[in-house]
């Protein structure tokens, strides 16, 4: 069972990859991208082996939701970044345009998210309450890393897909 949930997520997180190095228009800007998400299972899974947290149906989906919030950061975070970047023509102007608008939106939706699932520690159950704080450290995991790491390696990586700005992008007003 094990091995079959571990190919699976391994199968999801390369369909993950493909269709966001579709949507950026970039390889490295899909590897990127990942990075987040990639940070937040490993530290759900560490977290899980270090309290002895066996891996189970309902364990598992703490990945996949991982996978799921982790692309929709991800996807906001550098889209709005490079609207930003192609109204200012300023990497660290653009920053700051984006956090003050999605990130501030990551904030908000990590935030009630996370207070949402924290409400299953009342549970009477285990299996319940873990799930309730694993998914809420997974939104917090997921947002931290889409708004810190996401564009620290962009940065340190002078990644251009970032500052390439395709009409393909649709405008989200966040």
Same mark, same amino acid.
């Given at each position: ?74 996807i906001h975070f ?16 653009? #920053? !700051?345009?984006?956090?003050?608008? +999605? ?7 990590? *935030?009630?998210? $996370? %207070? ?11 299996? #319940? !309450?873990?799930?309730?704080?694993? +998914? ?7 947002? *931290?890393?889409? $708004? %810190? ?26």
């Open positions: 069972l094990k091995i079959s949930q571990a190919q699976s997520l391994g199968m999801a997180l390369l369909l993950v990859l493909s269709l966001l190095a579709l949507r950026l228009g970039s390889l490295l800007g899909g590897l990127i991208s990942l990075l987040p998400i990639l940070l937040t299972v490993i530290l759900n899974f560490g977290a899980m082996c270090t309290l002895g947290i066996p891996l189970d149906n309902a364990t598992m989906m703490i990945a996949c939701i991982a996978i799921g919030i982790g692309i929709d950061y991800s550098t889209s709005r970044f490079r609207r930003e970047y192609a109204a200012h023509g300023d990497s660290h102007l653009a #920053l !700051q345009h984006t956090f003050l608008t +999605t990130g501030r939106a990551i904030v908000v939706n990590t *935030l009630t998210v $996370m %207070l949402g699932f924290l409400v299953l520690l009342f549970s009477g159950t285990v299996p #319940l !309450q873990r799930f309730g704080w694993l +998914t809420a450290s997974t939104m917090l995991y997921s947002s *931290l890393g889409a $708004m %810190l790491l996401l564009p620290a390696v962009a940065f340190a990586t002078g990644a251009a897909y970032m500052k390439r700005n395709k009409r393909s992008i649709p405008r989200q007003e966040v």
